[in-house]
Nanobody
Framework: QVQLVESGGGLVQPGGSLRLSCAAS????????MRWYRQAPGKPRELVAA???????DFADSVKGRFTISRDNAKNTVYLQMSSLKPEDTAVYYC???????????????WGQGTQVTVSS
């Protein structure tokens, strides 16, 4: 099986920074796109940032210029560097990855369990 584990969430003041990590482990042959989503209470889950296997990135308009996404393919890990945080960034952040499993065909989507980010003074 494959597991995605996020870390790095917490409480931060407005204007502060946090770095989230998401490490994939298990029976992995290859990982294509990796993404960060977030879900605030009472709102639908939204895509925040994505990075392809080749390193092409994309961001939601609400976080452009404040968040960056990167990955370490050797560690099967994706990062979300969040700066100039606002109270409206408060949400549970989830990572998602398209994984090709060993001894299997096709690509499978996996989710992490989520990590809480709270921006408040």
């Amino acid at each position: 099986q494959v597991q995605l584990v996020e870390s790095g969430g917490g409480l931060v003041q407005p204007g502060g920074s946090l770095r989230l990590s998401c490490a994939a482990s298990g029976s992995i042959l290859s990982i294509n796109a990796m993404r960060w989503y977030r879900q605030a209470p009472g709102k639908p889950r939204e895509l925040v940032a994505a990075i392809t296997g080749g390193g092409i990135t994309d961001f939601a308009d609400s976080v452009k210029g404040r968040f960056t996404i990167s990955r370490d393919n050797a560690k099967n890990t994706v990062y979300l560097q969040m700066s100039s945080l606002k109270p409206e960034d408060t949400a549970v952040y989830y990572c998602n990855a398209d994984v090709q499993r060993r001894l299997s065909t096709g690509w499978w989507g996996y989710w992490g369990q989520g990590t809480q980010v709270t921006v408040s003074s």
